[in-house]
């Protein structure tokens, strides 16, 4: 039981992949860190139609729970990061030529975050 004063959270975080897909196949990313008097929540739904959308998804919440960006300066500058860091991590020699087209086209994911 938590002292008078304090708070208790749990968080819990069910997944499930879309029907007929493979677990490692889930496109959604969610991520929570908390310390001293402030937790951080977000979550990123993952475009299915885009290439590497999971790891685009994974990418945005971790470092949004590292560090918000709360303006659309602050958006725009670490999207341009991380979508570098993104193309590099994935930008693998022999890809098919399909692939590398989608990789042209970036990924893309739905973010919302919070802090409490």
Do not use: C
């Amino acid at each position: 039981m938590p002292e008078a004063g304090q708070a208790r959270l749990q968080v819990y975080v069910l997944k499930i992949e879309k029907n007929g897909n493979k677990p490692t196949e889930y496109e959604d990313a969610t991520s929570v860190r908390w310390g001293g008097s402030e937790i951080r929540l977000a979550l990123a739904d993952g475009a299915s139609a885009a290439i590497y959308a999971g790891a685009w998804a994974r990418m945005l919440v971790r470092r949004f729970v590292r560090r918000p960006f709360w303006t659309v300066a602050a958006l725009r500058y670490r999207v341009r990061k991380l979508g570098g860091v993104w193309r590099h991590k994935h930008a693998q020699p022999g890809l098919p030529w399909y692939a590398i087209k989608k990789l042209e086209s970036g990924a893309a994911a739905t973010l919302i975050g919070v802090s409490i």
